[in-house]
Structures are given as C-alpha cells and as structure tokens.
C-alpha cells in the first residue's frame, strides 16, 4: 500500500536503543520515522493505537524460505521485517524474493550441500573459495555450513570458516561434522575449529537437547560457560517447542537428514519410512502442511496423507525443544551484562514457528525479561548483527519506519509497517517491495532494489 505519511496515535511505544516507554504518536514521512511526541502534527494517514503496543520490526537473524514465498507472509504476519535466509541457494532464493511482495528486508546465506552445492563432504580450499566467491557475487552476505543436517569434515568446516574470515563475509554454522552430532559435543567441536575467526553459531538451543549430558539444561549451562569466555561469535536461540527438519528418504530408505533421524530415534520409531509413518500417527511428527499462502502443522491424519502423497518430500517438526534449557540461553549473561547469546530468532519463516513475539511477551509478562530486554533481542541486538543499526532496529527520529502495532493482550499482530508503508492489516497483506540487504553490489540487480550492509562483527 502507498503510504507518504503516516500518523500512529497515542499507542505505547517502546523503544531499547532510546529506552523509550511511553504512550505518544509517531509520525511516518518519506518511508522514515519524522516525528514521535505527546502531540505530533498529524499528517497524512491516521492510525488509532491506543491500547496497543507499538514495537519496531522484528529482525530475525535465522530464518528459511525455500523457493516459495509462503516464508515471507507467515514472518510479516509474525511482525518481522527484516530477515536472513539462512539456507538461501541463490536461483530458489530470489525466485520467492521476487514473487513476494510484502516488504521485507531479506539477506541470505547460501549453503554448502555435499553433493549438491560442493562436490563432497570434504571440497577443498579452491573449492570451498570458488563457491563463496560465486555466492557473493550472486547476492548472499556469506555462507552457512549445514552440519547437524548435511554434514563436512572437520577440515572442511574449518577452511569454510576461514575462508569467509578472509573476505569478511558472514559464515553461520549449524554445528555438527562428519565426526560429531548436532549436539553438544558437536557445538564444542564447532568452537574450537571456529578458533578465533568470526562465526555465527545457529541456533544454541538445538545443541541443548540432553543427548550428551542426559539433560538439556546441564547442556545449556555448558554450552553458555564457553560462549561466556570467547568474543568472536554472534548467536541467536529460539523459543520454540518444535524444531523442523526434512522427511525425504534416501533410496536406501533412511532419513536424508541425520536430524531427522535423531529425532525418530528420540521417540522411539526407526529412522526409516515406516518409522515416520508411525511417528505421525502418534503425534510425535508434524507434517508441515499447506493453509493458503502459508505452511501449517497439519493433524495426524491429514499429516500421514500428506506425508504418503508427496513420498517423504515434506517438512517434519518434532517437540525436541528444552523449554527449561531454551528459557535459560535465552536469558544468560555475561560478566559485561550483555546477553551470552545476543539475539532471539525463530529459525522459522516457512517452518511455523515464528513465534518470538508470542513466547518472548509471554517471557516479559513472566517477569524474566524486561520490555526494553526483550525488544534488545528481537531488534536492536540484531540490527548491530546485521549492521544496519544506522537505519534499523530502533524507534527514533530519522530511522525507517518499520514499525508493528501489536494487541498486548494475545500477542497478536495488527498492523505491519516497512518503510513507512503498511504491508499488512488486520490479517490482509498488501503489496510492498521486498528490499535485498547484500555485503556489496549483486551482479544482477535488475528488478530488485537492494541496500549495502556491512557488519562490524566481521570488518573487525
Ligand atoms: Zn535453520
């Protein structure tokens, strides 16, 4: 929807880079934040958010899209407006970019397969290099290395890592080799082949799941000792019970993914197709199913359908999650009082569970968080991340208005604002350009409009 100005009346605005909480208007022109007070002049637009809480967008530093572009309305449903791609192969990746149109910020990181992106699980420095270079002409900001599902050696994870070092882009690590799980013992692993290089650590909480020690708080308490102590990383962790993971079978008939596989064998099924047959039935799996424009967990019978019709090409969600281990990496500090891990993200977009405003208000209203915590983990923490704090992640004069009005009392988004512009409303999207934030100019920019981020985590 065109917007020129936009007026929001006397919600409750909060803010944490400014550490404002107060109920007042803001004024939107231009696609920036041109005036917030007690009585600003209203121009254009009026939108009445008295008894709602007005949040800047959320940035979620870990999400995925796949090549469809039902990532990309469940995340501005969800209040996010700003996103990386964390498995962003560049032709699937823009095929959804561009069919969308929501008005999304969106970076990508494009993955290292074996077999698929790389020749093996152990491509050589050459290779590994090539394979960057190509992605960051392409449009990514780096790359992600998929252990804990479609694993490297050791050596290879290590090159990858270093290779990114060396040009300064983004390298994010599902940790997890050929010689060790998706685990703790896999996370430990990680860091120290990581050494002092810049790396993103995915998702801390999926290490947490109690394989190693037997319980996953014990895990987490670990895994957050040796974050403490090491400064070279950034990290998220999400508030979700369920995680999501491939249901496509190999033809020998196991799990391509060796998350997947874990998982089956958690619940007691065999990691083969019979297993998940019976893994749906009982409720342990969740076929991610379709709902519109966007991806739902279906129920058992409708899931077994699903699941048989598309021969295993679907997405399975089981409950894995520590809500104790989560709870406890989400809210660990430093000696320095900053947070151990840095940034709340759903590892959502097309897997439904974008649910950091649900679980991370439920956490504010628990007393755990403060507002303004919370709004640092979702927002700010990220956009110093992403390296677009100059324009994001906060509510203040001269920042783009990306802004969500959201109902205290469920959670619920209402109102989604880019750029000054609203793109949903009341459960209706509407057309918004999608904006590419990339490390340096994209080869083919034709068509798309896109921004230069650079990140100070990785130019240090
Ligand atoms: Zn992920």
Redo the contacts with the bound molecule.
Sequence with gaps: MMSGELTIRQGRVIDAASRLDKVCDILAEGGRIAAIGDSVKIKGREINAAGKLVLPGLIDT???FAENTRGYYMLTRAGVTTAID??GESRLFFKSFSKSHVGLNAAYLYPLLPERTVSSSNPSLNEITRVVDNALKAGAIGIKIVGGHYPLTPEATALAIEACAGRKCWCAV?AGSTESGSDLNGFKELIQLAGSNPVHI??VNSYCRGEVLGDPVAEAVAALSILRKHDSYIAESYLSAIN?CSGRLETSGKPASKVTAKCLEKGGYKADAAGIREAISAGWAQVNGLSGKEVVLLDREKGLKYFNKSHGKVMLSFPVNSAAAQIAIALDRKESGEFTVPALST?GGNIPRNCTLQKGLALVRFGALSMHEFILKACWNPAIMLGIQDYKGSISCGKDADLIIVNPENAEVEIVISSGRISFEHGVFYENENTLLAGSGPEVTEGISWREISPLWLRQ
Aim: no cysteine; net charge negative.
């Design positions: 870990h999400v995925h964390l498995l599902h995915a998702h999501g590892d």
